[in-house]
Structures are given as C-alpha cells and as structure tokens.
C-alpha cells in the first residue's frame, strides 16, 4: 500500500463515472418508490421514531453508490491512486444526484397526476417522500440525505482499514438485529433471556434509539478489540497436519449436528416453523442437487416428484380420500411413497433423457405441469379430490411420539431425519462410482459413453434418486399441513428449488443447505413465509435481482463446489497466475 | 488435540447453561380468577396493555382483491368499536394466509405462538382456514371469517358437521351449499331453464359452488350437460365454450374470478351454438368493474345480499354506508370485493365476545378464552350490517340470504347492484 | 440431426423398448379418439362412439371451425413470440425465459398507449392511426426491454457454461414481472373497445371468423414475411446467420458479433412487441403474469417446430395452437375424459412430447450450429 501514487488533486474528477453511478442511483430510488416499497414497508419500525423498513429501502442505494464510485480501479493488477478527500467529494456528488432524482420525482407527483397506470404515484408517496413537511422540504432534505450518505459510503475507503471494518459490521449488526427481531425475540425468549429484548426493543416493535447507540459502540469495540483473531486461528487450523484437522473437523461438525438437535428446544414455534419449512426445502434441493448439480440433468419439473410423494401420502393415510382410504401407517406409506415415486421417476425419465440439455428443461417443466393438472382435473377428481384436495391426513404417530403440523418442531426431527438421509446418500452417491459416471456425463456425455458407462442407466438413476429425496419432502409436507391442494405445486415452486440449489451452490451438499437457509429461511418459499415476512410482494423481486446479481457476480454460488469453480473461472485462474507470475496450469496452486 | 477441547469445554458450557436456563422454567400461574370460565385459559391484559386480535387474510397475490378489504374491514371495525374496558385493541401488522394451506398454516403458528392473542379474523380462502383453524382452535383461541363459504368448514346446513368443522370456528360468510342453490332455484323456477351447464376455474371455491349448483339444478329434475373448468391465466374461451355449447345449454353458470370472467362475457359471442345463451356469474365477479363491462349487460349475479345500505351493526352504530364513506375517505378507492362487510360484522362480533366474557381486576382486564366461545354459540339476530346473524352450532353466523342481481346497464354499476330479481332465504 | 439420430451400436436397452411402447400407445390413443370422433359425428348414436362416453352429443361444423379458426389465431400469436426464443437459441444457445416478459411489456405498454388515446378520444376517431401508433410503442418498449436486457444480464455470461445465462434470464424474468406488478398494481387491465367495424365476423370461405383474429392473422403474416426478408435476403441478416452458425469464424470474416447479437435480441424484442399488441387487442386484458404462460407454451412451440428454424417457429405456433384449442374435444372428449378444457396445457405438452418422441429435432429440424446440439 505504501508504494499508491499520491492522493490526487480534489477537483481532479471522473466526471463521466460520477455521472454515471449518479444516474443509477437516481433511477435505482425512483423506482423503489415507484414500487411502492417506501410506503408499503414504512409499518415496520426499525428503530423507534427515527427508521422504518421503508425509509431503509431507500437509504442504502446513495450509501452503496457512494461506495462503488470511489473503489479503486483495479487495472492490470495496479492500483490506480491512494484515496483521499478526492473520493468524499465523488461520493457526496453520486449521493446528491441520487437525492436529486427522488427530489424530482416528488416535484412531478406534487404537479402531474400519473396515478392511473402508476399505482404509487399517489399522495403517501409524497408525503413518505416530504417526511410529511411539505414538498420544499421533501426537494432539499433528500439532496442532503444524499450527500450525506454518499460521503458516508466513500468514507469506508477513506478510513483507516480497521475503523471502516467497524463502522461496516456494526451498521450490519444494527440492521441486522432491528430487521430480524421477530426471530431474536423468539430465540431469546428461548432461552429465557428476555431481559436482554426487553431492554433492545421497544415496546411496540424496533429499536429503541439508546439501544442502537449502545450497539453499535458495543460492535464496533468487539469488531477493533477481535481484530486478526479470525485470521489467526485460520492460521492455526492450517497449520494443523493432515489426522489432526480431520479430528478438529470431526470435533466441529459433531458440534454442529449437537446444536442442531437441541435448538429446536430453545425456540418457538415461529422459528420452529421456519426451520420445519427450511428443512423441506433442504430436502428438496438435495435432490434436485443430484440431478442438476451431479449428473448436470436440468430439470425444471421437479415438483412434481414433490406432488407425488404428498398426494400418495395422502390418499393411503387420510380418512377423506375419493377413491381408497386404507389409512396406513406412514412408515408403511413411505414404502409405497419411495416405489411409486421411483416408478414415476423412471417413466418421466425415461423419454427425456435422451434429449438434449435445453429440450430436456422444457420437456420436464411440461411433465410438471402435466402432473399437477392431473392432480387438479375434474376428471381424476374421484380418485384425487380435485380442486378441493384430500384434507384430514393424520399426524405421524411414531408410537413414543406424534408428528403433526400443530408441532411444528416435531416436523422439524422427522425433515431432519430425512435430510440426514438425503445427505447421507448424496455423500456417498458423490464418491461412488455412480456418482463418478455422473459427473463424467455433466462434463461431457460423449466422451463418458465412450468410456464406457451407460449413460442412459446412470441418467435414469439420477432421476430416480431426485425423486425419491423429492418424495420425502412430499410426504412430510402432506403430513405437516394436513391437507393437500394442487395448488401447492406450481411451476414456481420447481424453480424455487432450482434457484436454491443454484444460489447455494450447485453440486455441493453445504452449498445446497446454504442456499436454502439463506433463501427459504430469509426471504421465505413459493408460499412460506421467511424471516422478512414483512416484504410480503416484493419477495420475488428481490429473488429475481439477487439471482441476476449472483450469476454475474458468483455464478457457482455461495459454497462452491470446488470443480465447477474451476470450469467457471478458467480464465480469471489464468489471469491471476499470469499476475503472480506462476506460469504453469496447475489448479490447485492457483487457488491456494 | 488442543482445539478440539477448547470446542468441547466451550460446548459443555454452553450446554450446561442451557440446561439451567430451561430449569428455571416459568410458573407465571393463573391471574386470580372471579367467576369466568377457564376451561381454555384465561388470558391476563395487563395495565396499559393492548387487547391482541389478529388478521388474516389473502393481501398478496391473485385473491388480494377479495382479502385487502376484509383486512381493512376489520382495521375499520376495531377503530369504530374502540377501547374494551380501557384497554385498547390491537390487531397487529396484518397477516397473509396466501390463500393456501401451507400458507394458512405456517400463519396461524405465528398467530398462536403469540400465547395473549384471543382471536383472529380470516382467512380469506376456504383452503387457508383448512390447515389455520385447527392450530387456532387448538390454542384455545377463536377464528372468524369473513368470506371462507366451503361447507367441510362448518356443516351441510342439515345437522352433519363437515370434515373439517373444529370448535371455535366461526365464519359470517353464507355456506356454499346455499348459494349454490339459490343459483339453481333462480334459474330452474324463475327462468325456466331445463338445460344448464357450468364453469368453474380449478380453485376449491369456484369448483364447490359449481358442484353445489349442477346437484342442486339436477335436484330439482333440470340437466347439467356441461360441467368443465378453465385454468387460471386461460385467456382463449372458445374451446372451453365450444365444449358447453355442444350441449346446446340455455344457461351458463361460471362463478369464477377476473380476468378469466370477463374472457368469457367477451368471447361468448363468437361460439356457434350459444346464442342467446343466458350468463350467469356469483360473487367472485360482482365488482365494480366487471359490472361495468359493456359485456356484462343482461347477465345474471348469485351473491350475499350487496344492498347494505342503511344496514346498521348494532354494537358501532355505524351503518354501511358510513363505512364506504370512511373506506374511501382512509384508502382513496372503493372496495374491490363485498366481503368488506362480513369481515367487518366477524371484527364487532369477537369484540363483543371478549367485552361479554372479560373482567377487569383492578387496572387489568381478564378474558375467558372458554367464554368467547360461549358467547359466539348464543349469538342471535344481531344486527349487523349485512343484515341479521345467527351463529348455529357449527359456526355458520351468517345472515344465509342469497340474492341474484341483473345487469341491466353497465354504465350504471349501482343501479345495477339494486336491481335485485331474486331473493333467497330458507 | 446426427448428434441425436445416431447412437453407439448396443443392444436395445429397456429403455428403448419403453419407448416404442410409449410411442404406440400414443399413437393407439389419438387413433382411436379420433376415430370416436369421427364415428360420433356421423352418428351420435353407433355403437364406438357410445363406448367410452355415453353422453356424446358431437360438435357442428360451425364449432369445429371455430375452434380450428380460434387455434390458428392463438397458434399465431405463440408464433411471434416462438421466433424470438428460436433466434437468441439459435445465436447464443440457451433459453431466454425472460423473452414471455418482453412480450407482456409490449401488451402492458399497448394498453396504457391505448387507455391514454381512449381518454383523448383519438382510439374512437382515428383507430387505424391509434392501432399504428401503439404498434409502435409496443415495438420500441419490447425492442428495447430486450436489448437492455442482453447489455446488463447476458452479454457477461457470453463465455460461460449455458446454465449460467438461463438461470440468469429466470432471474430476470422474476424481476420484471414483478417489477410490473409493483409499478402497476396487481388488477387486470383492461384495453379500449375495438371498432365495431374491425370486431364483427366476417365469412371468409364458408369460415365464420371474428375481424380480430382476421386482423391477428394478417398482421402475423405480414411480420413474418417481413422478418423472413430481414433474415434471409439482407446483409445483416446473413450475418445472423452466420453467427449463429459459428461465432468465431463469423468474427474472422469481418462480421461484429456483438453488434449482430444485439440486433437478434432487437428483432425477437420486435416481434414479441408485435405479438404483445396482438394478445392485448384479442383478448383486451393485462396483467403481470400476461408473459408467464404464453412464453413458456412459445418455447413449446420453437421446439415443436424446430429451434432456429424460423418458419419452422411460426409453424410449430399454430400447430400448437391448433393442438391445444381442437385437441381437447376431439381426441380427449371421445375418449371419455370429463371436464377437457382443463387439461389444454396438459394436451399442448403432451404433443410437444409426441413430436419429440417421433422427431427429436422438431416437425421441421433444427438449424443450429455444431456447438450448439451437443
């Protein structure tokens, strides 16, 4: 760092990249508010007084603007110049012009009238825009507001390094601890430590403006105080030789599987909801995973092996079912779950797997929705239910316990159970000689046949597989709700699972459940609620440009898999060797 | 080795503080009781505290028409009845029940997880209440709606409970089996129609009413020749009307949503044999803007009675046309769907049930739970404001009137919604 | 045809017995339905038609032909938005799921142009100047939904494995749906009224057909005959081509890849804005989920038809169409299937598994590059 050109003059300016982030940021705002997240969002206090989940959908944009403007340009390898009060002025002018744009925007409101085909261009706009004082004050407050932010986020390369770190993790913890306070109340409570949401929230929901000032002095001291601790103990681990790290891995993921087993203790049944739903999806995903991330078959029907493990379910336990009601045991009809599901996978398989990737994708959606409009039709009605589903699916009587949808936690052991032996089998599968003949065919199906393997028995078994774990899910599921409606099984949901899987990363069991706490937990399922209940319609959205923003940013996912990293950045790997001045090709070497 | 203990001393602390935090387990006890009932608990409002209710309704997706003005019903309602022995209420931030089971379900947990909750008004769609119901009647907690009408909710009207029925159930919605044959009388007796057929669009509600109507037409001795679906975002008609149409009915019953309705008014024309076909549609389409479709001239309307007018609910005061004047006035429009009403007559009847089974202990308010049931199953003639309620013994609170309206002019939506040809009443 | 034709000389698996089973037994069924269609058209009462459904009652020939008429329309429609899909598949190799949402941009564009031109009383006095006019603005808003679409989410992507983009275009598609859905509200939107003169039926060789699907036709004929121009007797549209069929070399013969690329998304944005105009005034409704079905049943059709084969889109369009609006009623019905209209999707997907199933690269082959089949 010390070898930086010297801070260049103030006035010495991009003007064309200001310009350019400022725009973005002034259209990024308008059309938040022109979306109505202000507005629609403004309920959910934050801190007390002071924020709103609202006003927050705002505020970020001008800080993260005035961030990117002033990073340093990486070109070839070289930095461009040392940051200085240069940045601060970029920053506040990126910031304004964003303010600029929403100040605009409440001018127009203020004096044409778009409300008919614009639903937000209404007067709680303006009034969320004026902070309810007038539009005057609405034009200069944002242009401040900007400014203000837009230093504040270039400041975070002006600061020293560790301050900017403290400031950031402590503005994230503040975020963090007002947005998800529903599930730290529960956790908490949990745990019989309500003292400390007492003290943190106030009475009526947020944070409470002492409360905030303490947190953020107590993160911000931690973060200054723990400063390289991290770091040394990765050092440490590393350090470690090859039979002593796999103890310490072994220690820590016994440690985890613990924890997991008695958290559900410790929570309520809102976070004991959540996790049943997150585990479901777990589970889904694991299964798509051997499809997609393993023998790289794009499936994008998936849910209807999802629907079929619910409604065989459903028909072989509940007294209401149509046609035949045997009302067996679940353990029984996991059996007949895992036959018929197998069978269906075979019999969806087997005519598409010949078929190229993309022709695939489309055919298996079809069959998806094949399948539900069997399940819905008036013409399979007497077996089916129809429209109005088969309700009354008894809980799982497990003869020392009950697993019902009333339990939420009861739900969450028995997903759990079947994640476990999902991943199980997922594990295994990988390091097989199955799993090897997958990945040979995901890299090049050609070549795998002439190798050897039978491609079609070893796609065919993919299919089965997925369909199996899908069926699981299904199972559970008709047992968690109790009743059953085609209408749980749109397309959406196979694309939920797929994103999910894709996001986590693809081909990676951690990955898979990542991707599905993060998205399933936080944003919420096709029709489950997350932790962010409150964003309610603007869930998709934010799913849509977050899946944009991986795919450009981190298209092989949160948790990579180590060899779909390398296919996806071949080129960068050769870049970064160049730079280093390695030369030769050899992977592993580069990563490290 | 050195990590792995420090991790498994760690663990043991952290487990061990677990432990004792669960010991210390709370016996908050019962407040000290009078005389109330406290079979199902009681729950204690502390002084200065709230009394809790929740909503939930279906406020996103392609049913919100239907639950955001049954949310803003019941946000209204609490607002006109005011505070209960000093306490005011809450209903909280307003749930989505997604119109879904699964919805419905992971919704109620969060309601019933809230253990000072004494009832909440939804869901908006039969399926949700499937799943919410039993977890709310479960936690001792009551459930009101206000537009659920699937008869397995509450009973076939003949003393059966249907498969889902649970106690503390409620709804001031009619039952489906109702208007279903309403529908068929109207169009058997006062038509003279022989020959019908019907449409729904694969949800469970429009799928029950089309049911409760092709058995009650075929009760009466008239022949259902068609009785097909549509699917949710079919925008081409014909094939679906061609189908019908080669039972050359003289009436067609589809008592589905938009935009799927109005495809159907629009393309009826274009479909050789329906000619001169009679329309006929339910309350999923009687809204203001269906109503004014050129299209919907002449058609036919089953629904709850929509002429609330002066209807006045006895316990606000407030009569219905105060309230669209306060709807308008608080959300700039007219409501979307006419269950506002329902919903709002479901909100004054749980805030009578708990002002009926509460007492006030010094500054704190005690609640029976076991009481607002009992007061919810004597409900009777209580004038609301779509008109009189009756609860009988399976939750059925509703005034079980069906009316069916004619358009006669569309560019006249009030005329037309007063223009009743029919009226039912058993 | 040959990456998928030939396979490794082994003996018949299962699997491939399977299929001939599944391709007989298809065949079986639509044989026989058709044949009970027929046999209940002669004669309600013989003795096959009564078999399987006792309550036949047959179609007239005046429900048949509209039913056929009405296919053709829709069939056209999925046709305009078929050939977009087919032509970024057939240059870039992947599917653009966001291509349903160019098209519903267009309708969502044409109905607040035409609401706007409705209130100035411009639609009522001039609805050929107002119908040319929306036309166009679908064409720029689709055009250039497209064309931002391929600068931000896939331009990017160009080098990577072809998952990455369609998980991206999926991405995108959620996006912009939902982004319609915040900016304009989740109501269905309802279009002016059209002329009576341009509404009425008219009788085209013994045809009863409604003037809007007369104008559906014609104007998705025009456009195909134009793009068909375009493609195959202009410069840039030899250099569509030759892109499409090897990028690198078309680079090295002096051809700018990125610029032909750009215009393909351009002219697939054009017809879907075209074919958005087309829905909005058939059907006078839009919401946020408008694209959602009608991209999906598009693809169906490029593939029935033959991806990157741009008449073979359009064909397999009506096809499509054709299949889902008569399929129901005349192969399901006299099968003894109750409630038909509610498996048309389940029918459309049936026969782009049949097509598949008989010719794997669609009724009128593919023409993609090498790269692209594997």
């Known amino acids: 760092m010390n070898e930086l050109a010297p801070p260049r003059q103030i006035l010495d300016q991009d003007w064309r990249r200001i310009l350019q982030f400022g725009s973005l940021c002034a259209l990024t705002l308008v059309f938040i508010a022109l979306i109505g997240m202000p507005v629609q969002l403004d309920t959910r206090i934050l801190i007390r007084r002071h924020l709103s989940l609202g006003y927050l959908s705002l505020i970020w944009i001008p800080m993260i603007m005035g961030y990117l403007v002033s990073k340093e340009l990486v070109l070839e390898g070289i930095i461009s110049a040392k940051k200085g009060p240069r940045d601060l002025l970029a920053g506040a002018l990126t910031g304004m012009i964003g303010g600029a744009g929403l100040s605009l925007l409440a001018v127009l409101i203020n004096n044409f009238d778009l409300r008919d085909p614009l639903l937000n261009w209404s007067p709680q706009t303006l009034e969320q825009l004026n902070f309810g004082n007038g539009i005057g004050f609405g034009i200069g407050i944002w242009l401040l507001i900007g400014g203000a932010l837009g230093i504040f986020g270039s400041a975070l390369h002006v600061l020293p390094a560790l301050t900017a770190k403290a400031v950031g993790v402590a503005l994230m ?58 770091d040394a103990l990765r050092v440490k681990y590393d350090a470690l030789d090859a039979p002593r790290r796999k103890s310490a891995n072994l220690t820590m993921s016994f440690a985890g599987v613990i924890a997991l087993l008695l958290l559900p203790l410790f929570l309520g049944k809102i976070m ?71 069978m269906i996978g075979l019999a969806v398989g087997a005519p598409v ?47 020392f316990a009950e697993v019902k949808g009333s339990d939420p936690r009861s739900v969450f052991y028995l997903v759990l159970f079947f994640c476990a032996i999902a991943i199980y089998i997922s594990w295994r599968l990988q390091g097989s000689r199955l799993g090897r003949a997958w990945m040979a065919i995901r890299e090049d199906e050609k070549v795998a046949e002439a190798m050897g393997i039978n491609t ?3 796609k065919l078994m993919a299919f089965v597989v997925g369909a199996i774990l899908a069926s699981f899910s299904g199972a559970v599921f008709a047992a968690k709700v109790g009743s059953i409606f085609p209408s749980s099984f749109l397309i959406l949901v196979s694309i939920i699972i797929l994103v999910v899987v894709i996001v986590g990363g693809m081909g990676n069991i951690t990955g898979v459940i990542v991707g599905a706490v993060v998205l399933i937990g936080v944003l919420g399922g096709p029709k489950q609620p997350g932790l962010l209940q409150e964003l309610g ?23 990579p898999n180590a060899r779909r990293s390398h296919e996806l950045h071949q080129e960068e790997f050769l870049q970064d060797a160049w730079l280093k001045g390695i030369v030769d090709d050899d992977d592993e070497e580069v990563t490290a | ?19 004792i935090a669960a010991a210390c387990g709370d016996d908050d006890g019962g407040a000290s009781a009078s005389s109330l009932d406290d079979s199902l608990g009681l729950v204690t409002v502390g002084s200065g505290e709230e009394i809790q209710i929740r909503s939930l309704e279906a406020i996103t997706g392609d049913v919100a028409f239907l639950g955001i003005p049954n949310e803003r019903g019941t946000v209204l309602a609490i607002a006109d009845y005011g505070p209960i022995g000093g306490h005011d209420v809450n209903m909280g931030t307003g749930l989505d029940d997604l119109c879904s089971a699964d919805g419905g379900q992971a919704a109620a947990q969060t309601i019933v997880s809230d253990e000072s909750v004494i009832g909440v008004i939804g869901t908006s769609c039969s399926g949700a209440a499937t799943a919410a119901a039993p977890l709310i009647a479960q936690a001792g907690m009551v459930m009101i709606s206000g537009s659920n009408t699937s008869p397995a909710l509450t009973s076939d009207l003949q003393g059966t409970a249907g498969e889902n029925w649970v106690a503390g159930y409620y709804r001031t919605a009619h039952n489906d089996l109702f208007q279903g044959e309403a529908a068929a009388t109207f169009a058997y007796d006062e038509l003279g129609i022989r020959n019908a057929a019907a449409i729904h669009d694969g949800d469970p509600y429009t799928n029950g009413l089309a049911s409760a109507f092709k058995n009650a037409f075929e009760a009466k001795g008239g022949e259902v020749s068609g009785f097909t679906a549509v699917n949710k975002g079919d925008t081409d008609m014909v094939p679906v009307l061609t189908e019908v149409a080669s039972g050359s009915p003289e009436l067609i019953f589809f008592p589905i949503f938009e935009p799927e309705g109005d495809f159907i008014a629009q393309q009826v024309g274009g479909v050789a044999g329906l000619e001169g076909v009679t329309l006929m549609a339910a309350d999923g389409l009687l809204n203001d803007n269906y109503l004014g479709l050129p299209e919907s001239a002449g058609m036919y309307f089953s629904g709850p009675d929509v002429r609330y007018g002066e209807n006045t609910n006895e316990s606000t005061g407030k009569t219905a046309n105060d309230f669209l004047a306060a709807y308008e006035a608080a959300y700039g429009e007219v409501p979307s769907a006419p269950f506002w009403a329902h919903s709002y007559d479901a909100t004054v009847l749980l805030l009578d049930a708990i002002k009926a089974s509460s007492a006030e202990d010094g500054d704190s308010l005690v609640i029976s739970r076991a009481g607002v049931r009992e007061y919810l199953n004597g409900v009777t003639n209580f004038s609301g404001l779509i008109g009189s309620l009756s609860c009988d013994a399976f939750g059925d609170c509703g005034s079980q009137k069906i009316t069916v309206i004619q358009d006669t002019d569309p560019t006249d939506v009030e005329g037309a919604k007063n223009n009743v040809v029919f009226e039912f009443a058993p | 045809m040959t990456a998928v034709g030939v396979r490794s000389t082994r003996r018949v698996s299962w699997v491939d017995r399977f299929l001939t089973t599944l391709r007989i037994v298809l065949i079986a069924l639509i044989v026989v339905g058709l044949l009970a269609f027929i046999a209940q058209q002669i004669d309600n009462d013989n003795a096959f038609a009564r078999r399987r459904n006792p309550g036949a009652t047959g179609l007239t020939a005046a429900q048949v032909k509209g039913l056929f008429v009405t296919g053709v329309a829709q069939g056209a429609m999925y046709g305009l938005i078929a050939l977009g899909y087919s032509m970024v598949y057939g240059v870039l190799g992947f599917i653009n799921f966001a291509h349903g949402e160019v098209f519903m941009l267009g309708t969502m564009s044409g109905f607040i142009a035409s609401t706007k031109l409705s209130d100035a009383g411009y639609w ?6 107002s119908f040319l006019l929306i036309i166009l603005i679908a064409i720029l808003v689709s055009t250039a939904t497209a064309v931002v679409m391929e600068r931000v989410a896939y331009r990017p992507l160009r080098d990577s494995p072809r998952l990455i983009p369609l998980i991206t275009s999926i991405g995108v598609s959620f996006f912009i749906q939902n982004a319609v859905l915040g900016l304009f509200g989740p109501n269905s939107k309802s279009y002016p009224q059209l002329p009576e003169w341009l509404a009425k039926n008219r009788t085209i060789l013994t045809f009863d057909i409604p003037g809007t699907k007369i104008m559906v036709l014609v104007v998705a004929a025009v456009s195909m005959a134009g793009l068909w121009w375009v493609v195959e007797r202009t410069k840039t549209g030899k250099a569509m081509r030759a892109v499409a069929e090897d990028k690198e070399i078309a680079a090295l013969m002096g051809i700018n890849v990125d610029r032909t690329i750009v215009l393909t998304f351009a002219i697939g944005g054009a017809m879907a804005g075209i074919g958005g ?34 008449g073979g889109s359009m064909a397999g369009g009506v096809a499509l169409g054709t299949a889902e609006s008569l399929g129901p009623q005349v192969i399901l019905e006299p099968l003894g299937v109750k409630g038909v209209s509610q498996l048309r999707d389940a029918v459309a997907f049936t026969a782009l598994v049949v097509v598949l199933l008989f010719k794997p690269a669609g009724l009128f082959g593919e023409r993609l590059s090498e790269d692209d089949r594997a």
């Open chain 3, 277 to 310: 105009i087309l829905w909005g005034l058939s059907f006078r409704s839009v919401t946020h989920l408008t694209g959602f079905l009608p991209g999906i049943k598009a693809f169906t059709a490029a593939v029935v038809g033959g991806v990157g084969n741009l």
């Open chain 1, 272 to 342: 004991n909801e959540l996790l049943a739903n997150v585990g479901l999806f777990v589970l889904l995903a694991l299964g798509l995973n051997i499809v997609v991330g393993l023998a790289g078959i794009l499936d994008l029907g998936y849910v209807a092996f999802f629907a079929v493990g619910g409604y065989t379910t459903a028909v072989l336990t509940s007294p209401n079912s149509p046609w035949i009601s045997p009302e067996l045991h679940f353990g029984i009809v996991i059996l007949i779950v895992i036959v018929i599901a197998a």
């Open chain 1, 537 to 559: 319609t603007f869930k998709l959205l934010i799913y849509g440009a977050l899946l944009v923003f991986m795919m450009l940013k981190r298209p092989e996912g949160l948790v």
């Open chain 1, 353 to 399: 797997i010949r078929m190229r990737g993309d022709y695939l994708a489309i055919v298996t959606l079809g069959f998806g929705e094949i399948i539900r409009l069997l399940f819905l039709s008036d013409w399979l009605s007497p077996y089916f239910g129809g429209a109005q589903g088969i309700t009354n699916i008894p809980p799982v009587d497990l003869g």
């Open chain 3, 124 to 129: 009522e006095s001039n609805f050929i100047g």
């Open chain 1, 173 to 230: 913890t503040v975020a963090l601890v007002s947005i998800l306070e529903t599930a730290i109340t529960d956790l908490l409570e949990g745990f019989r430590l309500t003292f400390i949401t007492d003290s943190l929230y106030a009475k009526r929901g947020g944070l409470s403006v002492v409360s905030t000032i303490v947190l953020v002095v107590f993160v911000a001291l931690v973060t200054v105080l723990a400063a390289g601790q991290g």
């Open chain 1, 456 to 458: 079609v028995n070893a």
């Open chain 2, 1 to 19: 080795m050195k990590l792995s203990r420090r991790l498994l001393v760690l663990l043991s602390i952290l487990l061990s503080f677990t432990l």
